[in-house]
Nanobody, 112 residues
Framework: QVQLVQSGGGLVQAGGSLRLSCAVSANIVSFKNMGWYRQAPGKQRELVAQITTDGATNYADSVKGRFTISRDNAKYTVYLQMNSLKPEDTAVYYC??????WGQGTQVTVSA
């Protein structure tokens, strides 16, 4: 069974940076779309960023210019670099593969 194991996250002040990692137990080339989602308290889970096998990316308007998604196919890992963090970025972040498989979730908290 394929597993997605997340690492990174934590508490940071506004304006700071964090990097999330998602290690996949299978070759990520098998997955056309790798993505990061987030869910804030009382809100629906939303797409943050996606990256396809050929490297095409898609971002939510709220994170464009601040977040960068990347993938290392050799390491079976997907990353989310988050810069210029804002308190409204506070949420549980989830890694996703082809809209089917999910990581365990990682808390990101940005203090004002």
């Amino acid at each position: 069974q394929v597993q997605l194991v997340q690492s990174g996250g934590g508490l940071v002040q506004a304006g700071g940076s964090l990097r999330l990692s998602c290690a996949v137990s299978a070759n990520i080339v098998s997955f056309k779309n790798m993505g990061w989602y987030r869910q804030a308290p009382g809100k629906q889970r939303e797409l943050v960023a996606q990256i396809t096998t050929d490297g095409a990316t898609n971002y939510a308007d709220s994170v464009k210019g601040r977040f960068t998604i990347s993938r290392d196919n050799a390491k079976y890992t997907v990353y989310l670099q988050m810069n210029s963090l804002k308190p409204e970025d506070t949420a549980v972040y989830y890694c996703n593969a082809d809209h089917l498989l999910w990581g365990q979730g990682t808390q990101v908290t940005v203090s004002a």
